[in-house]
């Protein structure tokens, strides 16, 4: 296979939790997010009270904001415009914990979602799981910050905060129930990389991109990126498609 014709069958995702798009930091945020070799890119913590006025500010993708009214939490779905990929179905979380895009990409179906669980929320699973019982599940990937850290070997503290655990348990059914996997650990069985880093220099893995089992043979990589200008580390999907 010729190795323009194997990159047009790679799709790029990046999830991020940008920790706000407003700040001295904002200009660098924005020129990072559009110059990702990325088509389609997740965003958690984007802290968006106006959508169309956030919009105006990525005129090469098609965009999926939420508004976050007290200026906290907010996602973002964003897919590059060249993709040429025909957007038929956009969900809102009404909390703003979350964003649901599906679309058509050479005939086949493609939903993403993206998650910013904050540990206040303790229903956003269900609420997610009665959304995604409306859309096509065949080729979904998830993927946001939900603060929680999966297992012990995803963490450095020896502290376990009870939200976290409750969050927790909701993801941990929510996986099952929709049979997902978590694709970085998949990648990387032995490895201990984080996410989010703590004060006292305490680290874990929040942010996540999960798929359903059955696809994870698609996934040609799945990397923990470091931005440098948010709190949060980003990830890096690669899958292939046909």
């Not at 599906?102 to 979602?113: A, G, H, I």
């Not at 269900?126 to 995604?132: E, G, I, Y």
Request: charged share 30%; with cysteine; glycine share 2%.
């Amino acid at each position: 296979m010729a190795e323009n014709e194997r990159e047009q069958n790679l799709l790029r995702i990046f999830s991020w939790n940008i920790n706000g798009m407003k700040g001295q930091k904002r200009d660098s945020k924005l020129d990072k997010i559009n110059r990702l070799n990325a088509d389609i890119v997740l965003l958690q913590e984007t802290h968006v009270k106006n959508c169309k006025q956030i919009e105006r500010d990525f005129p090469e993708w098609e965009t999926l904001f939420t508004e976050s009214h007290t200026g906290r939490r907010g996602v973002a779905i964003l897919v590059r415009k060249t993709l040429n990929a025909s957007i038929f179905s956009r969900i809102k979380d009404t909390e703003s914990g979350y964003a649901v895009m599906s679309f058509k990409l050479r005939e086949r179906t493609y939903t993403f979602v993206s998650v910013y669980h904050h540990s206040d929320d303790s229903a956003l699973t269900d609420r997610l799981s009665k959304d995604l019982s409306k859309v096509d599940k065949s080729n979904l990937v998830i993927g946001g910050d939900f603060n929680t850290a999966l297992s012990d070997w995803d963490r450095t503290s020896t502290i376990r905060n009870w939200k976290h655990r409750r969050i927790n348990r909701f993801l941990t059914r929510f996986m099952r129930d929709f049979d997902l996997v978590d694709i970085w650990r998949r990648k990387h069985p032995d490895e201990r990389q984080y996410t989010y880093k703590y004060p006292k220099e305490q680290r874990s893995r929040l942010d996540y991109f999960f798929i359903h089992e059955t696809k994870s043979t698609s996934v040609i990589s799945c990397e923990i990126n470091n931005l440098e200008i948010s709190d949060h580390s980003s990830l890096s999907l690669t899958l292939q498609i046909h």
